[in-house]
């Protein structure tokens, strides 16, 4: 895990003083030496030159009310903005290789596999506009326990608050909000997506949304899968990752990774009905209808979690799948 430099932590407080114009000489050298060579620290020392030219408007001379108030709500907008802009980001490893795990004021902001290197500029958060990337925050670190945690298995939620600033149209947050809702241990296709977001013809669409996920785990795209069960693209081209995820939540896939596709034999099927049953895979012909509306849930608890009652046909109460 990669913390702030000793360096960098020395030198910050000449880094505010030099800023706000209040160093001494020889510190100010120092902090121009400094930034010379360290990007982060350029960047900290241009947020602290803004803030300082927005607060140098409360320093001049006595006003009247009114200006005052002007003057304290451009300040306010602007600290607001600086805020806004600003996303923390640490990069760290774990079973799928290097995890880079970035975060807003408002929330988990991008999740991304840094496949050939650790550095931002691997990462997309070096190519987006309006964002200041800052590599810090005791807060991402929590969250990457909490990551770990849902590897191993030990945990089945990641309750984050989500900023979707990376989504690149309201279709495409829609798209993820409607994918966050899909419960851990079920799967369902890219059509019933579609269709849960009203767009049932866009199911080309949504498969290309969720291969521009910027937060993939926290927003399960690895539970979408095609009409046929093929575990179709993932993160690009990353269908090994998709297979691992899905196997923690105890969906198993058969084939090879070109070629893969969910074992449907092992999970229970859930097509909407009006009695809200679920059924075991022998049950009619659901297992040979295309996984469109159909929900594949890994186990009956789940399916009673979600308020389904066992098919009076089929039984799954009576004669449930093998673990």
């Not at 010379?36 to 320093?59: K, P, Q, T, W």
């Not at 849902?150 to 993820?176: C, I, K």
């Not at 012909?285 to 009673?304: C, F, N, Y």
Request: a neutral charge.
């Amino acid at each position: 895990m990669t913390r702030k430099p000793n360096g960098c932590l020395e030198i910050e407080p000449d880094l505010v003083a030099a800023a706000t114009g209040d160093a001494e000489p020889g510190a100010s050298r120092r902090v121009e030496h400094h930034i010379d060579s360290c990007d982060a620290c350029r960047r900290e020392f241009h947020r602290y030159r803004e803030i300082e030219g927005v607060v140098g408007v409360l320093r001049r001379g006595p006003a009247a009310a009114d200006s005052v108030a002007r003057a304290r709500e451009g300040l306010e907008s602007r600290l607001a903005d600086l805020r806004s802009r600003l996303v923390s980001y640490r990069v760290f490893p774990s079973p799928l290789g290097h995890i880079l795990i970035a975060r807003s004021e408002h929330g988990v902001s991008l999740v991304e596999y840094l496949h050939g290197g650790t550095d931002l500029s691997m990462s997309r958060l070096s190519r987006v506009g309006g964002v200041e990337a800052q590599e810090d925050g005791a807060e991402i670190e929590a969250l990457y326990r909490e990551l770990l945690e849902y590897l191993r298995g030990d945990r089945t939620r990641l309750e984050w608050p989500l900023d979707l600033r990376l989504a690149r149209s309201d279709f495409h947050r829609a798209v993820l909000r409607a994918t966050a809702a899909i419960p851990y241990g079920a799967v369902t296709s890219y059509a019933g997506i579609a269709a849960e977001i009203g767009k049932p013809a866009a199911t080309r669409a949504v498969a290309q949304a969720l291969r521009w996920n910027p937060l993939p785990i926290v927003v399960p795209c690895h539970r979408i899968i095609g009409t046929s069960g093929a575990l179709t693209g993932y993160s690009g081209d990353k269908v090994g990752l998709k297979q691992q995820l899905l196997a923690v939540e105890g969906i198993q896939a058969i084939g090879k990774r070109s070629d893969s596709r969910v074992a449907r034999n092992t999970l229970y099927h859930y097509d909407r009905n009006d009695q809200h049953e679920y059924c075991l895979p022998t049950c009619g012909d659901i297992a040979r209808r295309p996984i469109g509306p159909v929900t594949l849930l890994a186990s009956r608890e789940l399916a009673g979690a979600l308020g389904l009652v066992p098919c009076s046909a089929c039984r799954p109460d009576l004669h449930p799948l093998a673990a």
